[in-house]
């Protein structure tokens, strides 16, 4: 049974500064997506990051993926209220994976 | 080009109560899932489908069933429902690539 570990769960920042969330799991993955999700709606998708040690950008969001391809980070600058929302990573195990899994998320709070 | 839709938007229920949950999407994909969303437990796989006539339990199956009729339709049933199942549902379907979620059900059980 795969960990997957979102930290931190929660984060209130003022609106300009910087931030980063992570995802972390014991296993390996052939690919893994970030996700936001604003209060009364579902999720939807930002980004998806398949090599190891890859790095998108997404304006002021930079997301990575870990060399083993065990791990992930957002990093977001200058954040701004329009970035609150819970931030999800889902993990892809592999080739014919049906199953998306998600971790619980990093409830992002940007106080104006 | 809806997207991916879901009905009711809101329900409330009594225990032992049935009631079905209709996703729909006009994008022709193949793939089709529900979650349950619960505070500080995040997204959990209940059934999904692969393709029209099939289904397949996921994470947390336990008191609900489906159906996949109609590709572009994936029903969710409560035969008995229980405040355990108090949470809110997303529907969704996956094209190349990625997955798209529709806006949610919140079902109280009372």
């Known amino acids: 049974t795969q960990l997957l570990e979102q930290s931190p769960q929660f984060l209130s920042i003022q609106e300009g500064e910087n931030l980063t969330v992570y995802c972390n799991s014991s296993?390996?993955?052939?690919?893994l997506q970030w996700y936001r999700q604003e209060p009364g709606e579902g999720p939807v998708l930002l980004v998806t990051?398949?090599?190891?040690?890859e790095v998108k950008k997404l304006k002021r969001l930079t997301f990575q993926f870990g060399d083993a391809r065990k791990d992930s980070s957002l990093h977001i600058t200058a954040a701004q209220t329009g970035d609150t929302g819970l931030y999800l990573c889902?993990?892809?195990?592999?080739?014919?994976?049906?199953?998306?899994?998600f971790g619980k998320g990093t409830k992002l709070s940007v106080i104006p | 080009n809806a997207g991916v839709t879901q009905t009711p938007k809101f329900r409330v229920l009594k225990t032992g109560q049935s009631m079905t949950l209709l996703c729909a999407q006009d994008?022709?994909?193949?793939?089709m899932y529900w979650y349950r969303q619960d505070p500080g437990m995040g997204l959990r796989l209940i059934h999904y489908?692969?393709?029209?006539?099939?289904?397949a339990k996921g994470e947390v199956p336990d008191g609900y069933n489906v159906s996949r009729l109609k590709k572009q339709n994936f029903l969710l049933g409560l035969e008995s429902a229980a405040p355990s199942q108090t949470s809110v549902y997303f529907c969704?379907?996956?094209?190349?690539?990625?997955?798209?979620f529709g806006p949610g059900t919140r079902l109280t059980v009372t």
């Open positions: 969704a379907s996956s094209g190349p690539g990625r997955e798209y």
């Open positions: 296993s390996v993955f052939s690919s």
């Open positions: 990051v398949v090599t190891g040690g």
């Open positions: 889902a993990p892809r195990s592999g080739a014919g994976s049906y199953q998306l899994t």
């Open positions: 994008m022709n994909h193949e793939y």
């Open positions: 489908s692969v393709g029209e006539g099939t289904t």
